[in-house]
């Protein structure tokens, strides 16, 4: 639920419980007046008819709210008061709420008891026009409070969308730093300041290991080369069979530090973004790829099945097709059985390479992660995959891998 | 035949040296861009060797005013640096080839002879040795002028033996020659036996001598003087 909602909820509830006190206070303040206003006429109309009594006053008009009778003269007199009853209106053909006012007088050996009466609105009545205006006003309320919370949202809250979107831009990759929207909101400067900071941190940590690496890597390359030189004089020299042994099997490890060192770099390059795309046949670059392999597929028997459309085009650096075909499909020889079969599909939508082998003992997840291997023993040095990964990712392919037993599919989404 | 190594690393410099040096390469060192200049100005060669990482001028810069002068040396590149950039820049500025540390140095000794002949392509097309002659450029093969079916690998695998004869050559090191960047991803040992051993038989078929020797554990060995 957004901020705003949220905001707005509590806000109307808590009117609504206002509102609904609020019509209490109104309904017995109504209904007090009405009665202390009726009291103050029933009683002026009492006085005006003692006055008449007394002859200080002319009648004007006869009026039927007013009864004057004469009581028995030795009752006490009675005080001015006003009793709330319910009477029968004639004209409404109901009974309403009624109040009347009473007074005694005596006069001239008379005893006169005055009474006057009035019809006043019932308690019901008052609570339904309570009720409809405060309802009135709630819902303008709710009209007035919708529209403001969405100009709220998008006025006050909008350096926070920035913000927001800035953070979900943002990539330590592309190596920018965050940029933030000015805002005269303090917590709001507080979290970009905060945001800033975090970023420009992480930006930071970031160059410095990649610096590290690259330069680890690179500076790895020559000392590399001077040992593979070296101990290719010394198999040249004059050795026995067991020292040649010895050299070449040191030999074969620095090729492997070698090797991996280079798909190393090949991956820093990549996250580098140093590769532009440009649009490539990859019908072409897959059939001259196979054409690589073709004499591995043939030494281990293997089947091949291709089904490759006519010139499908995509836009990556030819450099990074290539390595794509071959690691895919050099992963597929490599890892498939004696007299195994490979099918290699090809078409606008995908790029399918489905090969037999040993099922996977790793999980599927796992196999793009580097130096993931199914058995940690062998030869490679285990980042094939994750250049792959990598190279897709740069050219916005999407890749799945599927198992069932011993069977294995790489698909590559082109779209 | 003459070769300029213009290499800022002695330990890697004299390794290429020690190698070329066997096979009647007369090499001179150029450690700094000043010094590699200075030699060019001064001698002729047949071949310079070049890094394209140099402590006081790149190395691509060397290569341009090699071009400016109109040497006529061949130019292979070698550099740490596996930038696409730099190789495309070297090619396109007239280097014949480009090779990256840490390589073989059978490797960097068949790449020298191949700009050689390609350079040179008036007379020396053929590689003889005894009774098999390879032509590099129909990719023809024969053994006392009898043609032989060799597939491009085999021709290639022939070609590396013949370039590097009497040399140990290692199993990584033939892989690496045959399959180039992609040999990480293959179960390269099987193969290399399988292509040594199909070209041993074709060769011995043709009754030509087993020259393939095998060094046990290690690699394989062109012996040229078999009893």
Redesign the interface.
């Known amino acids: 639920m957004k901020l705003v909602n949220r905001f707005t909820i509590w806000y109307l509830a808590i009117t609504a419980l206002v509102l609904l006190a609020g019509s209490v206070i109104v309904f017995t303040s109504v209904q007090h007046e009405n009665d202390d206003e009726e009291g103050r006429r029933l009683l002026g109309l009492v006085q005006d008819e003692i006055a008449i009594l007394k002859g200080t006053l002319k009648r004007k008009n006869a009026t039927s709210q007013v009864n004057v009778k004469e009581i028995d003269y030795n009752k006490s007199e009675v005080p001015f008061s006003i009793v709330d009853t319910l009477g029968w209106h004639s004209e409404f053909q109901g009974t309403e709420r009624e109040l009347i006012a009473r007074q005694s007088l005596k006069l001239n050996n008379k005893h006169y008891l005055i009474t006057a009466y009035a019809f006043a609105p019932e308690p019901e009545e008052t609570v339904a026009g309570t009720i409809r205006s405060l309802a009135a006003i709630f819902i303008l309320l709710l009209v007035l409070v919708g529209i403001t919370s969405i100009i709220v949202s998008r006025k006050i809250l909008r350096p926070f969308h920035l913000s927001l979107n800035a953070i979900k831009t943002f990539n330590l990759k592309q190596r920018e730093n965050l940029q933030l929207p000015d805002t005269r909101t303090e917590e709001f400067r507080m979290l970009n300041s905060f945001l800033s900071r975090m970023t420009a941190k992480a930006l930071d940590d970031y160059r410095t290991l990649k610096e590290f690496s690259e330069n680890a890597s690179h500076e790895l390359q020559t000392p590399l080369a001077i040992i593979r030189g070296k101990l290719e004089l010394l198999l040249q020299s004059e050795i026995s069979d067991d020292q040649a042994k010895l050299i070449s099997t040191a030999s074969e490890a620095v090729d492997k530090l070698a090797r991996t060192n280079q798909a190393l770099i090949l991956l820093t390059k990549l996250d580098n973004q140093e590769y532009p795309s440009q649009p490539i046949n990859l019908s072409e670059a897959t059939e001259k790829s196979i054409a690589l392999l073709q004499e591995l597929i043939e030494m281990k028997s293997l089947s091949l099945e291709k089904n490759i459309q006519q010139d499908v085009m995509v836009a990556m650096h030819p450099s990074l097709a290539d390595i794509l075909l071959m690691n895919l499909l050099s992963n597929a020889i490599r890892h498939n059985f004696e007299n195994g079969s490979i099918k290699i599909r090809l078409n606008k939508r995908q790029l399918t390479i489905e090969n037999t082998g040993e099922p996977i003992r790793i999980p599927t997840d796992q196999l793009f992660v580097r130096f993931k291997k199914n058995a940690q023993s062998s030869d490679s040095a285990g980042l094939g995959l994750s250049i792959v990964k990598r190279i897709c990712e740069i050219n916005g392919f999407s890749i799945n891998y599927y198992s069932s037993h011993e069977l294995h599919r790489l698909e590559v989404g082109l779209d | 035949m003459k070769v300029l190594i213009v290499e800022d ?1 002695r ?2 410099a004299e ?2 040296h ?2 070329l040096g ?1 096979e009647s390469y007369v090499c001179e060192h150029g450690y700094t861009y000043e010094e590699a200049l200075d030699k060019l100005a001064a001698f002729n060669y047949d071949s310079i060797i070049l890094d394209i990482m140099l402590p006081d001028g790149n190395g691509i810069e060397l290569l341009k005013q090699i071009k400016e002068k109109k040497i006529q040396s061949t130019i292979l590149i070698i550099s ?6 730099d190789k495309i820049n070297g090619l396109e500025l007239g280097a014949d080839d480009y090779l ?7 490797e960097l000794h068949a790449r020298l002879k191949a700009i050689q002949r390609r350079k040179n392509f008036d007379n020396d097309q053929l590689v003889n040795f005894n009774e098999i002659t390879l032509n590099t450029q129909t990719f023809e093969a024969k053994v006392n002028n009898v043609a032989l079916e060799l ?1 491009k ?1 085999e021709f290639d695998l022939l070609l590396y033996f013949l370039t590097n004869k009497n ?2 050559l ?1 199993r ?2 033939i892989a ?1 020659h045959l ?1 180039g ?7 390269n040992f ?2 290399v036996y ?1 292509h040594v051993k199909n070209l041993r038989k074709k060769i011995t078929q043709a009754h030509g001598k087993d020259y393939i020797g095998t ?5 394989y060995k062109f012996n040229t003087n078999l009893s």
Not at chain 2, 80 to 85: P, S
Not at chain 2, 181 to 187: Q, S
């Open positions: 690393n330990q890697l390794s290429i020690g190698y066997r740490a640096k596996n930038a696409l950039d990256t540390k840490p390589f073989h140095l059978s597939t690998k040399r140990i290692s990584q090191s690496e399959w960047d992609y040999v990480d991803n293959l179960d099987d193969f399988q060094v046990y554990g290690v690699g």
